[in-house]
Antibody
Framework: QVKLQQWGAGLLKPSETLSLTCAVY????????WNWIRQPPGEGLEWIAE???????NYNPSLKSRVTVSVDTSKNQFSLRLKSVTAADTAVYYC???????????WGQGTLVTVSS | ETVLTQSPGTLSLSPGERATLSCRAS???????LAWYQQRPGQAPRLLIY???IRATDIPDRFSGSGSGTDFTLSVSRLEPEDFALYYC????????FGQGTKVGIK
């Protein structure tokens, strides 16, 4: 039974960098892609990026210029950095387990990140 | 980018009724790469269906998925109280995109 637990700063000012980390407990870390997905308040889901244990990444083209994802296999953790945030980046951010041909099937609890001056 | 358009935006039904949700893609999506999620208020999405028609672990058999090409459907045969929620389709063939969601509300 896999469990994803995420954390990070919940309140940012415009132009700051969002930073979130997700720890994976249980399961086989190396067999999957690890995803970040966000959901603005009252809106739908937006996929941000994914990374595997080798550091191979895929990004949403609309966010690629501002996003960096990284992985720490020694801790079974992966991280998201989103630079130059604006109010439009206010959302609940989720980490999730997926795969190259696999829909995300296990999700973290979500972190509300609010961008406000 | 593959755009997924879900309809209707809102479905108002009574418990015990059948729900039929549609997801239309802007270009062909292989059935292998189409999923459906349920999201209840304050919760993370829950995977219901992947590969267009395969139920995920522990998903009741009242949920079924079908479709191919650009048109996909999620059906709930008899709505239970806990099924009133938001539903999203998701394609993971070309990058990853989600539909805008269908809300199944109580009539």
């Amino acid at each position: 039974q896999v469990k994803l637990q995420q954390w990070g700063a919940g309140l940012l000012k415009p132009s700051e960098t969002l930073s979130l980390t997700c720890a994976v407990y249980g399961g086989t870390f190396n067999d999957y892609y690890w995803n970040w997905i966000r959901q603005p308040p009252g809106e739908g889901l937006e996929w941000i990026a994914e990374i595997n244990h080798r550091g191979s990444t895929n990004y949403n083209p609309s966010l690629k210029s501002r996003v960096t994802v990284s992985v720490d296999t020694s801790k079974n953790q992966f991280s998201l950095r989103l630079k130059s945030v604006t109010a439009a980046d206010t959302a609940v951010y989720y980490c999730a387990r997926g795969g190259a041909v696999m829909a995300p099937d296990s999700w973290g609890q979500g972190t509300l990140v609010t961008v406000s001056s | 980018e593959t755009v997924l358009t879900q309809s209707p935006g809102t479905l108002s039904l009574s418990p015990g009724e059948r729900a039929t949700l549609s997801c239309r893609a802007s270009q062909n999506v292989s059935s292998t790469y189409l999923a459906w999620y349920q999201q209840r208020p304050g919760q993370a999405p829950r995977l219901l269906i992947y590969g267009a028609s395969i139920r995920a672990t522990d998903i009741p058999d009242r949920f079924s998925g079908s479709g191919s090409g650009t048109d996909f459907t999620l059906s709930v045969s008899r709505l239970e109280p806990e099924d009133f929620a938001l539903y999203y389709c998701h394609q993971y063939e070309r990058s990853r995109t989600f539909g805008q969601g269908t809300k199944v509300g109580i009539k």
